[in-house]
């Protein structure tokens, strides 16, 4: 008897078991599952949603600072917050802005209106001299260079831009039409920075006058040759120099010092000009004195790479022969010192 309640037990325990779950059982799991979801994700969501509101007012507070208005920041941010980093950096990071700016022109033609007062109040509309260039917009207004057509190079010149345009006049004779539709290359040198060239599609084309105008699209594609191995930085340095004929101490000892003042400097040599007519050669040696800041350059010694003989004055670019490690520092700081005043003066206006 106890064996047969038994087996009828473990039957009905195995029915019981094997059974599909009941429509009650089933409403009852789903409502605690979504229960446990929203106790978890209420807070979560809530905390990113708070989080996000938190850097949109501190992007508009920054906006504001700028002198923006909220409908120029408001195009700004749909755009910024879908980057990867921090949306501030658009105000501050010129690539970054005009990558925002490519999306804008192609995405939201009623927004292209807002970006030039956008781009002079972020004070992205002018490039100091040393910083490359990043996209076409940033080519200035009347830069020279090179047309290339059917391997053909004519003068050519950058007219006028836009947001969405650059408009370059053709200064010499083509060796063909420029048809509405194909693509040519421009090519042209940014003084003491480097060597630049692009390839874009002709838009459009006119007539300035009697001169071709050719409109071509934007470009970030820029591609780049620096033209020296260190930068040159512009300075108005007084230097007391000497030119002699060999580096031995004898002649260093009679050399005869004149006055001057150097135009740039870097780590691998200076420029020199002097008022003071002097007929210095190519492969001539220098030894100059001169300072930077209070660190004193005594003896420093130099060979004549070129000159440029002026009609008020004389220009010598010279090599450094001899400069130590220490004095290499001293160039370098103080030139990325110079740097840091001079994006300080675009960036914040703060001329000192």
């Not at 109040?121 to 940033?138: A, E, N, Q, V, Y």
């Not at 059917?150 to 969405?164: F, L, M, S």
């Not at 230097?239 to 870097?266: C, H, K, W």
């Not at 210095?280 to 040696?285: I, T």
Request: aromatic letters at 10%.
């Amino acid at each position: 008897m106890e064996a047969q309640s038994a087996w009828d037990t473990l039957v009905e325990a195995s029915r019981y078991m094997f059974r599909g779950p009941s429509a009650k059982e089933i409403i009852i799991f789903f409502v605690v599952l979504g229960i446990t979801l929203l106790v978890i994700s209420v807070p979560y969501l809530w905390g990113k949603l708070s989080r996000l509101k938190e850097i949109e007012r501190a992007f508009y507070a920054r906006g504001r600072s700028l002198g923006l208005t909220d409908e120029e920041i408001k195009l700004l941010w749909n755009y910024a917050r879908k980057f990867p980093y921090d949306p501030q950096m658009i105000y501050d990071n010129k690539p970054l802005f005009e990558r925002i700016v490519s999306r804008i022109v192609h995405e939201n033609i009623a927004g292209v209106r807002l970006i030039p007062s956008i781009r002079a109040k972020l004070r992205f509309d002018t490039i100091p001299w040393f910083i490359p260039l990043t996209s076409t917009r940033d080519i200035d207004l009347y830069q020279t260079g090179k047309l290339v057509v059917d391997g053909v190079y004519v003068d050519a010149a950058v007219w006028d831009k836009t947001e969405t345009e650059l408009h370059i006049v053709v200064l010499g004779a083509l060796p063909r039409p420029v048809r509405v539709g194909e693509s040519v290359k421009f090519h042209f040198v940014r003084e003491n920075e480097g060597r630049y060239s692009f390839e874009s599609v002709v838009r459009d084309k006119y007539t300035e006058g009697d001169r071709l105008v050719l409109v071509l699209e934007h470009t970030e594609n820029l591609h780049r040759v620096q033209l020296r191995e260190s930068l040159r930085w512009k300075v108005n340095v007084p230097v007391e120099f000497a030119v002699v004929d060999d580096i031995t101490e004898e002649a260093m000892l009679g050399a005869d010092f004149i006055t001057g003042r150097i135009e740039d400097i870097s780590t691998k040599g200076v420029r020199i000009c002097t008022e003071t007519m002097v007929k210095p050669r190519e492969g001539k040696y220098v030894i100059m004195n001169f300072s930077i800041g209070d660190y004193k350059f005594e003896n420093m010694v130099g060979q004549i790479v070129n000159v440029r003989s002026m009609q008020s004055q004389v220009c010598m670019g010279i090599k450094f022969l001899k400069i130590s490690r220490q004095e290499e520092k001293v160039i370098d700081r103080f030139i990325l010192e110079e740097q840091r005043k001079l994006i300080k003066t675009y960036k914040v206006g703060e001329i000192e």
